[in-house]
Each structure stands twice: as C-alpha cells, then as structure tokens.
C-alpha cells in the first residue's frame, strides 16, 4: 500500500534506505515494487535512565544525534548520560552496519531523491535522526514513508522533507505493533538477506 503511494518514484532514480530492523521489511517491499535499489541505515535510541524503552533521543551513523531536551530532562538525564549513550550508540551502530553490509559499499546518496522507510514512526525521533544522517550525504530531496504515524509526529516531520507518505495517522498510537497482523521481530539474518 505504501509503494502504491510512492509510483511516481518508480524506476526513478531514487534510492530507498530502510531503517534497520524493521524498516528493511517495508523497505525492500516498497524498492521491490517501484523497481528501485535498497539500502541501510542502523538508527538507535537513546532511553531514559530509568525507563530504558522511553527514547528521548536518538543516534544515527558518524555520531549524528537527535535529542529531546525537555522529554531528557523530564526523564532525569543529564548530559553525562546523554554523552554515554551516544557513545555507546554509536559503537553498536558501527557494528550492525558491518555485519549488515559485509564488504558492500554504502549506495552513494549525494544528488539522488531518498526515500526513508521505517515500520512506522511513534515519536518520530529514530526519523528524525535518520533524515539528519541523509542530510549529511547531500541527498538532492528527502522523502519519508511511513505506514503509521500520529498526526503529531506527522505535523514535527513533515517540514523537514520534501514530501511525506504515511498511511494511517491515528490520534493514539500505543504501539506500531497494533497495525500489523504479524509484527515479529525483524532478525539480523533477515536484514543482511534483504
């Protein structure tokens, strides 16, 4: 459903970068349909100190990062944790990227149109980063499809691309899990097969 949305990038140029894990299943779906070349990009959350699935940031390749200031402090982190765990990000980012890619170079973005694919999107902040990461390779336009999305997240991301597809936009997301009808998890063997 999502690649029907994107056909007029079909067999266009662009490049497809899907968010690991679970953005490379819709990812490949929709290069597949659109006749359109896949790549990817690990993005890791930064959690709080005290509630580790609360991400109030988020890490992209090279030390790129996006952190919620106020959603931070809230959540009782200081800059220290903030620093650490982009560190840490950022070793673990490193080597999913090598064992996702093996010897394969990453596809050159600069001057292309990308579109950015990720399961869906709840904050928005693994997103964010990754469009802050694409903007570093010079890519010539930045698209962002997603199958769901809060009218939230939606209204933050939308001025930062060219164009964004997204599907289902509930006003309450618990979980992206909830718009699937299967929502395993995604293994690294399934990522390097893609």
């Known amino acids: 459903m999502l690649a029907e949305k994107l056909s007029s990038y079909r067999a266009s140029g662009a490049i497809v970068v899907g968010l690991a894990r679970g953005g490379m299943v819709t990812g490949f779906a929709v290069a597949h349909a659109l006749a359109l070349p896949l790549d ?114 939606v209204a933050r991301i939308k001025p930062e691309v060219k164009d964004m597809v997204v599907l289902e936009t509930p006003e309450r997301l618990n979980s992206v899990g909830q718009f699937y009808q299967s929502f395993e998890q995604v293994e690294d063997a399934e990522v390097i097969r893609l």
């Open 40 to 153: 990817v990009v690990v993005i890791k959350k930064i959690g709080s100190p005290f509630e580790p699935e609360l991400a109030i940031g988020a890490v992209a390749p090279d030390k790129i990062s996006v952190i919620d200031w106020r959603m931070a402090h809230r959540a009782g982190a200081d800059e220290e944790h903030i620093n650490e765990a982009i560190s840490h990000q950022s070793s673990a980012i490193r080597e999913k990227t090598f064992l996702y890619r093996k010897s394969k170079k990453p596809l050159d973005l600069k001057n292309k149109t990308v579109i950015l694919v990720d399961d869906g999107a709840a904050t928005g902040i693994t997103m964010e980063a990754a469009i802050k990461w694409v903007r570093t390779k010079d890519a010539k336009n930045i698209i962002v499809a997603l199958p769901v999305a809060p009218p939230d997240t």
